[in-house]
């Protein structure tokens, strides 16, 4: 089932910062989150592991709820780079890289 | 380069023509997917795989077909597209508990 993205868009000054939220209705295994710009592939930002285990970008913060299955992504003093569409993807307990996911936040930043 | 790699970029084909999108990668990555992105639905993935002759269904896996012969590569296979098959199509790989590294993705026109 495909997890629930919120803010479905946010539009921000430089230096302003922003939450994206991802919900879902079963036991996760992962939540991966991705940013894409237009007319590009998706970019890998971070994975939160079930556990506590994160990997990703230096600049980016997220946090996993795992008893809420919720995770959100925590984007600080947005830069006009920061712009696109923000994916995060839901993997069901026990992984086997089933990745779901959401519809998308669009996040613009304006000088 | 570490690169997931996608042929064709641009394809135009007719109905019930068979067709073939390759996909290859080069990082050893035991996991691959394939997904399709269509406004409004993000990302829907099509067929994934966790190692060679290990694949699964993902979530509209109708008029599609893969093979994972070799580690490296994950056809996607159209054996009679149809219009409602107009879509970008992306190819990913990844290791568990790691994110995904995306193709550049094939734009695909059925007429």
């Known amino acids: 089932q495909q997890p629930v993205q919120s803010p479905q868009a946010v539009i921000l000054r430089e230096g302003e910062d922003a939450v994206i939220n991802c919900s879902s209705s079963k036991a996760l295994y992962s939540v991966h989150w991705y940013r894409q710009k237009h007319g590009e592939a998706p970019v890998f930002l971070m994975i939160l592991l079930k556990g506590g285990e994160q990997k990703g970008h230096e600049k980016i913060s997220a946090s996993f709820n795992e008893k809420k299955q919720q995770s959100s992504l925590y984007l600080t003093a947005s830069q006009l780079s920061y712009s696109g569409t923000y994916f995060c993807g839901t993997e069901g307990s026990g992984g086997y890289n089933k990745l779901i996911f959401g519809a998308g936040t669009r996040l613009a930043v304006h000088p | 380069e570490a690169q997931v790699t996608q042929n064709p970029r641009y394809l135009i084909t007719v109905t019930g023509k068979k067709l073939t999108v390759t996909c290859s990668q080069n990082?050893?990555?035991?996991?691959m997917s394939w997904y399709r992105q269509d406004p409004g639905l993000g990302l829907r993935q099509i067929y994934y795989s966790m190692n060679v002759e290990v694949t699964d269904k993902g979530d509209v896996p109708e008029g599609y077909k893969v093979s994972r012969k070799e580690k490296r590569n994950f056809p996607l296979i159209l054996e009679s597209p149809s219009p409602n098959q107009t879509s970008l199509y992306f190819c990913a790989s990844r290791r568990d508990r790691e994110g995904y590294t995306f193709g550049s993705g094939t734009r695909l026109t059925v007429v």
């Open positions: 990082m050893n990555h035991e996991y």
